[in-house]
């Protein structure tokens, strides 16, 4: 495992001063963390999955990664070259901000529906759009409090057959979700809404760490 930045290391650090009953969970961040570093230097990208809360948490992650989050994200000087001649490009070149590729599954309601309507398996959605926007070394994150969400479960096993890096982030239980993990993440909690606060902190948590692992300057 390549060694933290301290900015790095003081995220995780401020995330256990914080919550202190997430410090079990740090192994698994950093495994996650590194499964991203790894999957984004190779030009890869995070698919993120969900149902309910769940479903909306996948949305927040992505809403974090594709845009500047707490740091700057500066375009590169090669693309600003290319953009300045074309329309609008001297004020996307202002304006623009470098992001992390991910994409939650399930935001796209035609293709869910199609494949809803169309397949006689229950909860194939999550699954099939794996298999149409995964490849080798990206990585995937399935979240869901009980760990046992049907569809998160198979898109998972299709993750897993294209050689993907799968992830769980579940209650503390684990479910089946976190027995088919490559990096299973048990967060505490009594009840759904306990484990969700719990969800956040941990996904801000990695959110910020990879964004400070790629851009230095703080907004």
Request: one cysteine or more; a negative charge.
């Amino acid at each position: 495992m390549s060694k933290l930045s301290v900015v790095e290391e003081s995220i995780l650090k401020g995330m256990i001063a914080r919550r202190p009953e997430l410090g079990p969970s740090t192994q698994k961040l950093l495994a996650l963390h590194e499964a991203l570093v790894c999957s984004y230097d190779a030009g890869g990208k995070l698919l993120v999955c969900g149902n309910g809360g769940s479903h909306a948490d996948a949305v927040h992650i992505v809403g974090e990664l594709c845009k500047s989050f707490e740091r700057k994200r500066p375009i590169t000087a090669e693309l600003m070259m290319c953009l300045e001649p074309l329309p609008h490009g001297k004020e996307l070149v202002r304006h623009l901000e470098m992001g992390l590729p991910a994409i939650a599954l399930g935001c796209n309601g035609a293709l869910k529906t199609a494949v809803e309507n169309d397949s006689p398996l229950r909860n194939i959605a999550y699954a099939q759009e794996t298999l149409a926007l995964g490849k080798a070394g990206d990585v995937f994150i399935g979240i869901s409090t009980s760990g046992n969400a049907e569809n998160c479960l198979m898109a998972m096993s299709v993750a897993r057959a294209l050689g993907m890096k799968v992830v769980s982030l579940t209650g503390p239980n684990g479910g089946k979700m976190a027995e088919v993990a490559d990096i299973a993440i048990r967060a505490p909690g009594h009840s759904t809404k306990e484990i969700q606060e719990e969800h956040l902190v941990l996904y801000h948590t990695f959110c910020a760490m990879i964004e400070a692992h790629y851009y230095a300057e703080m907004r």
